[in-house]
Every structure is written in C-alpha cells, then in structure tokens.
C-alpha cells in the first residue's frame, strides 16, 4: 500500500506553476500532476506562489533548496529560472503561444499534454516527439462536474479567457442578457453549479477544458470562428478546438482519478535520468 510521502521528504519532482486557480485548466493540470506522483509514491511539491487553495488535492508548496529534484516548467517558463539541473518541459499548448520560449534547450526532456500538438511542439524541439512524450491527464473533476436534471436551465452565459480579441471583435448584444461566466463562478463548486443551470454556452475560446466540463453538466455549447460564425466545436473541423475523446461523457470521472500514466512518464524519464523507487510503506 502506498503511503503519502513525508513533506520533508527530499522532493524527486518540484513542479512551477502560478497560484492555484480554478479558472485555468492549465493551472489546475500541473497542480494535478503534483499529486499523481505524490500519490503514486514519487515525493513531489509545488514552485508556486501562494493563491487560491481551494483544492484538496496532495500537492504542497515546497520550500528550500532545489537540490537534484526533477523541475517541471509549463511552456509559459522562459528558460531555467529555477537553475535546475534536470528539466522537463511540459507543453500545455504550443511552445511561445501564451508565454515563454518558442524553442527548447537540448538537454530538456519535453512532454506534451495534447496529443494534437506533438507535429508543433517537436518542431521547438528540433526532433519528432512520439507518443510517449504524451503526458495527459483527467481534469474534469466529478465531484462538481456531473449532469443533473433537478436545475432549471435559466440562463445563458459566455465564455471569454484566451478568445478576448474574438470577443471584441464579436460581442453579444445586451438584450440578449447573456451572463459572463467568469463573473458569477469564484469557485470549481460555483462553475458546475451555474452550469446545470445553463442552456448555451457561448464560448470565444475554442481550446479550453470548460467546454468539455459544459457538455458534461448538459449545456449547449457553441464556439466562434475568425469570421464570426458560432458552431458546436464537437462538429467543427477547427484547428484550434479541444481533444473530443471518444466517451468523455461517460468516462470522464475515471479519467479525473486515473494515475496508470504515472508508471510510462517514469519509465520514459528513466530512459535519460535516474529516478528513486516509489516510496512505499514496509508493512
């Protein structure tokens, strides 16, 4: 049986990432993965700064010296900031898009968390990236995302995040009385709560996971192209849409709580690096 690892553990990975927030699924992925490996028995902590910690996840802010760990960057990190003397660089979207660099050093080992990005991320690595550098995890959490028929569905909401120059370009009209979602959502309680209440989603970002978790919980949903056309992204040919998975809807809460990828990401990271046996309690 696997035991939590004590926090004064020397740390095999230390994970950078912003202040916790619900409202990036970004975010919430490399919070996420800190507490896969935790759990999986690979002592592990945050480089983050303190923010929201509305999230019960095993994922602590580490504090002291970097020493051997293995550091984690996101794509948004320019460079080494940490000076750490192994780095994995976890692509969440394509390498200089929202942030960071636009190529990547040769001694880093580079994951990529959409398999639809790998022909854009081997590009900034110089090489090809084969399916085990595919670092994907659930993040739709089903203890607040889940349908419901026992809410009636009263209003109409948008979505804006990374769509803002859509948005600009594109807004509804005010006596539609279309509710920005991020105004009335503070919490991931909040969000699946306003969203069994929700008919449409209207969405100018058409690469975020609150599409998926809007589909779920019984919305529809329809993104916006360039040219102002609003569509249902499950449909759409869009090369900027999310991974539909085959299933999501069913095996979505599976999926949140699923850590068999553990096991191949340290499989693929010991073909370049030492990593310690799981720690694991002696009984």
């Not at 696997?2 to 927030?21: C, N």
């Not at 009209?173 to 929700?198: K, Q």
């Amino acid at each position: 049986m696997l035991q939590r690892p004590d926090p004064r553990s020397r740390r095999v990975f230390l994970i950078w990432a912003p202040p916790y927030t619900h409202r990036s699924s970004g975010v919430r992925a490399l919070y996420r993965l800190c507490h896969h490996l935790n759990e999986a028995g690979y002592p592990s902590a945050m480089l983050a700064g303190e923010g929201d910690s509305a999230h019960e996840w095993n994922a602590p802010l580490h504090a002291g010296q970097i020493d051997d760990a293995i550091v984690v960057y996101p794509e948004i990190v320019a460079g080494n900031p940490c000076n750490a003397r192994r780095v994995i660089r976890w692509a969440l979207n394509e390498p200089g898009l929202l942030g960071g660099d636009a190529s990547y050093a040769e001694e880093e080992m580079v994951f990529v968390y959409d398999p639809q990005k790998l022909g854009v991320v081997s590009r900034a690595v110089g090489q090809p990236l084969g399916p085990r550098r595919v670092l994907w995890l659930g993040l739709v959490d089903p203890a607040h995302i889940y349908p419901s028929i026992a809410f009636e569905r009263t209003m109409n909401c948008s979505f804006t995040n990374k769509g803002f120059g859509l948005h600009k370009r594109f807004p509804r009209h005010p006596d539609e009385g279309i509710v920005p979602i991020e105004d009335i959502t503070p919490t991931m309680a909040s969000l699946g709560d306003v969203l069994r209440r929700t008919r449409i989603l209207y969405s100018y970002d058409h690469y975020s996971n609150i599409l998926r978790e809007a589909v779920i919980c019984g919305c529809n949903v329809l993104v916006i192209d360039e040219n102002g056309n609003w569509h249902d992204p499950q449909t759409c040919g869009c090369k900027k849409n999310i991974l539909w998975h085959e299933g999501f809807r069913q095996n979505y809460a599976y999926q949140f709580h699923n850590r068999k990828f553990v096991k191949s990401f340290i499989a693929e990271i010991r073909t370049k690096w030492i990593v310690p046996a799981p720690v694991i309690n002696s009984v």
